[in-house]
Structure formats: C-alpha cells, structure tokens
T-cell receptor, first 111, second 115 residues
Framework: QQQVKQSPQSLIVQKGGISIINCAYE??????FPWYQQFPGKGPALLIAIRPDVSEKKEGRFTISFNKSAKQFSLHIMDSQPGDSATYFCAASKGDDKIIFGKGTRLHILP | NAGVMQNPRHLVRRRGQEARLRCSPMKGHSHVYWYRQLPEEGLKFMVYLQKENIIDESGMPKERFSAEFPKEGPSILRIQQVVRGDSAAYFC?????????????FGPGTRLLVL
C-alpha cells in the first residue's frame, strides 16, 4: 500500500515556465510534509516543508500548496531554470517517525 | 561543519559476500535512519537507531540485514550473503533529536552493486 502517491513520473518544462508536481497521502496522522530535491549521484536535500496548519508556504521560487480536506499537496516552481532539473520527492511523516517518500518526479527544464 | 558522511560511496560485491555500509551522523546528532533506494524508486525506510538502541526496524528484511549504532563510532548497516536484489543506493540520515517536524539530513549514499 503506497501511502504517498506522486505525479507525474516525469515532467518537461520550458525555461521560465511553472513546474507543478502533485502528491496525495492517505494517513491523516501525518503532520509534516517535506519536499526533497535529488541530483544524480547525490543524496536527497530538503527543499521546503509544510505543516498541515497552513495552506501555503513560499520560499523564493518554490511554493507548497496544501489541501488538508483533500489530503493533497503540491510543489510549484516558478520561473523554472535549467539548474532546477533534478528528481523531486514529496514525503510525509508523523512526529519523529520515519519519512514516507513518494516515487519521485524527474523534472527536466529545457534551456 | 561536516554533513552526514557515508562510506564507501561505491561498493561492489559478489553474491554470497558481506557488505558493510558506514554512516557518520552530523556532529551533535544522535538519531540515525537508514533508507534504501531502488532504481527509479523513492527511498524506503529500513531502520531507525539511537545510540546503542534500535528504535524501529519495521522496514528491515528479516534475514541477512542488521544495523547498529554503537556508543562510539559510526552506524553500520550490514548485509550478509548479498544477492543481486540487494543492489541499490543506501542512504542514511541523521537528526539531533526526536520531535515533530524535525528535519533529517541525508548523506550522499552508498551505491551497492552485487555481481
């Protein structure tokens, strides 16, 4: 049973465009929703995270939108740049528990 | 201010051999998590340890896999009698304490290839 479902599997966006990645979760006990960015051959690095008491969080060009009733959250990358090309993972956890990852989205930004 | 360190970065083993993966957490971090990433997949939790204690090993295969985090030294993930299906990237993460929203910092991973 996949607790965190992520889509799309891959995404191609023109430079300057908006990249949107969606995730849905099942466990209402989750209280922490991070997004990770992973470059080839590297470990995942925390990009931005949100808690369920807010509906949106913005850090620079990266925004998380959170819909608690629908149990969905999404990552928006504004003004996408070639350097944003990477694999992005949404995730969820409760308290100090393990992180449950989505399967990842391979993002490619065309120059 | 070194981050999480893992070694070796790449490890090649033949079927039936043992693989030992090491993880040194960030300074001041006493909580270590191990994850496995299969090709084209997300990371999957394996085990959570604090110093000298295994807290949650619900993601560890019952056989051939073991983990420890001794009082001194790095955390070790040990895979005995490796099989081709063990080929994956193994990541560890560390955090300074328990608590909601605590960030886990990931190491660069060890890529294990079983021939």
């Amino acid at each position: 049973q996949q607790q965190v479902k992520q889509s799309p599997q891959s995404l191609i966006v023109q430079k300057g465009g908006i990249s949107i990645i969606n995730c849905a979760y099942e466990n209402t006990a989750f209280d922490y929703f991070p997004w990770y960015q992973q470059f080839p051959g590297k470990g995942p690095a925390l990009l931005i995270a949100i808690r369920p008491d807010v509906s949106e969080k913005k850090e620079g060009r990266f925004t998380i939108s959170f819909n608690k009733s629908a149990k969905q959250f999404s990552l928006h990358i504004m003004d996408s740049q070639p350097g944003d090309s990477a694999t992005y993972f949404c995730a969820a956890s409760k308290g100090d528990d393990k992180i449950i990852f989505g399967k990842g989205t391979r993002l490619h930004i065309l120059p | 201010n070194a981050g999480v360190m893992q070694n070796p970065r790449h490890l090649v083993r033949r079927r039936g051999q043992e693989a030992r993966l090491r993880c040194s957490p960030m300074k001041g971090h006493s909580h270590v998590y191990w994850y496995r990433q299969l090709p084209e997949e997300g990371l999957k939790f394996m085990v959570y340890l604090q110093k000298e204690n295994i807290i949650d090993e619900s993601g560890m295969p019952k056989e051939r896999f073991s983990a420890e985090f001794p009082k001194e030294g790095p955390s070790i993930l040990r895979i005995q009698q490796v099989v081709r299906g063990d080929s994956a990237a193994y990541f560890c993460a560390s955090s300074p304490r328990q608590g909601a929203g605590e960030t886990q910092y990931f190491g660069p991973g060890t890529r294990l290839l079983v021939l």
